[in-house]
């Protein structure tokens, strides 16, 4: 069993963070994700708090393990997650974000109330 936001699930012996996470309805962004590229972890959006490891991990990436004790939004996250989606969206044209909100890294933009309406140049 894994806990995750304390609720205990049940996990496949080679199944990621994220893989659970999606499998159970619990969606983190994670716009890197792609079957035909090998796990890179290069956004950094989808991380998530391991209980007893000292950093935060990627989702993406991390195989889950038998008591396991994950945490998907905690205030260091949000903070952190909020902050690498400001970066990125500098520059970003708000236009592109308003006229396909469906696109997951617009869907992230807007759920962290990034862009025109909150006065971000993004």
Not at 17 to 40: H, K, Q, Y
Not at 97 to 107: F, S, V, Y
């Amino acid at each position: 069993m894994v806990t995750v936001n304390n609720k205990p699930y049940s996990f496949d012996s080679v199944e990621t963070i994220l893989d659970l996470l999606r499998r159970i309805g619990i969606e983190v962004p994670a716009i890197c994700p792609d079957d035909r590229l090998l796990p890179a972890s290069v956004w950094r959006l989808c991380l998530v708090k391991v209980n007893g490891m000292s950093r935060l991990r990627p989702a993406f990436s991390t195989l889950v393990f038998e008591d396991m004790e994950i945490e998907t939004y905690t205030p260091e996250i949000e903070s952190y997650r909020k902050a690498v989606l400001q970066w990125v969206a500098r520059g970003y044209p708000y236009v592109g974000i308003a006229k396909n909100p469906q696109k997951e890294l617009h869907k992230w933009f807007l759920f962290y109330g990034i862009g025109e309406m909150d006065g971000e140049s993004a």
